[in-house]
């Protein structure tokens, strides 16, 4: 099993609709991330969490809120979606024990489109 | 704010040759981490390799090193004996707090 579940992987919806993408760990990390990938432009952080109460807004996050329902999961909200929105989206996790030295555990994205 | 540079697009390289990816970040940090990561057509993002900025010697994860100029602000990915599996978007990341991204580089393996 996945360490990082992102659910749905894949999703098409359209203009003006409310979305929740949804990321679960089981690697017992405290700290969360939504990122967006755009070609070309590389991995964007969207939200971070370092603990259940604790949200933190990223470089882009206009049109975008986070709910951290627990330690071990994160979800990310449009609450009306746009075209440009269209993107790949990854969750990611990391431990604060030793915070600079951990790399970024990843999900295996979620590819949404709004058309 | 965090800057990481990627030039050089897409990079093509012949099977069992070296191609060498190049990445420059802006930072007034002393104490930081860099990594790449490899993103193949899954989209899974993989890391490969990291690097401490306090550590002189290179890291190196068998065919994968690093050449890590802290002065210079450079951090290359040289990948030796490629293969077709490496065929992939590589991604130079910088990190402090947060993890802050290149654009990527695209690697294509010739047979």
């Known amino acids: 099993d996945a360490d990082v579940t992102q659910t749905p992987r894949n999703r098409i919806t359209k203009t003006g609709k409310r979305i929740m993408l949804e990321c679960s760990q089981t690697?017992?990390?405290?700290?969360m991330y939504w990122y967006r990938q755009d070609p070309g432009l590389g991995l964007r952080l969207i939200y971070y969490?370092?603990?259940?109460?604790?949200?933190n807004k990223g470089e882009i996050s206009d049109g975008y809120s986070v709910s951290r329902q627990a330690q071990a999961k994160f979800s990310l909200s449009l609450e009306s979606a746009i075209p440009n929105q269209t993107a790949l989206y990854f969750c990611?996790?990391?431990?604060?024990?030793?915070?600079?030295?951990?790399?970024?555990?990843f999900g295996d994205g979620t590819r949404l489109s709004i058309l | 704010a965090q800057t990481v540079t990627q030039s050089q697009p897409e990079m093509s390289v012949q099977e069992a040759e070296t191609v060498t990816l190049s990445c420059t970040y802006d930072t007034s940090e002393s104490d930081y981490y860099l990594f790449w990561y490899k993103q193949p057509p899954s989209r899974q993002m993989i890391l490969v390799i990291r690097?401490?900025?306090?550590?002189?010697q290179n890291a190196t994860e068998n065919r994968f090193s690093v050449n890590f100029q802290k002065a210079a602000k450079s951090f290359s990915l040289k990948i030796s004996d490629s293969q077709l599996g490496d065929a992939a978007m590589y991604f130079c990341a910088y990190r402090t707090n947060r993890l802050a991204f290149g654009k990527g580089n695209q690697v294509v393996v010739i047979p």
């Open positions: 690697k017992g990390h405290d700290r």
């Open positions: 969490s370092f603990d259940v109460k604790d949200i």
């Open positions: 690097q401490e900025a306090y550590k002189q």
């Open positions: 990611a996790t990391s431990d604060s024990g030793t915070s600079t030295r951990q790399p970024q555990h």
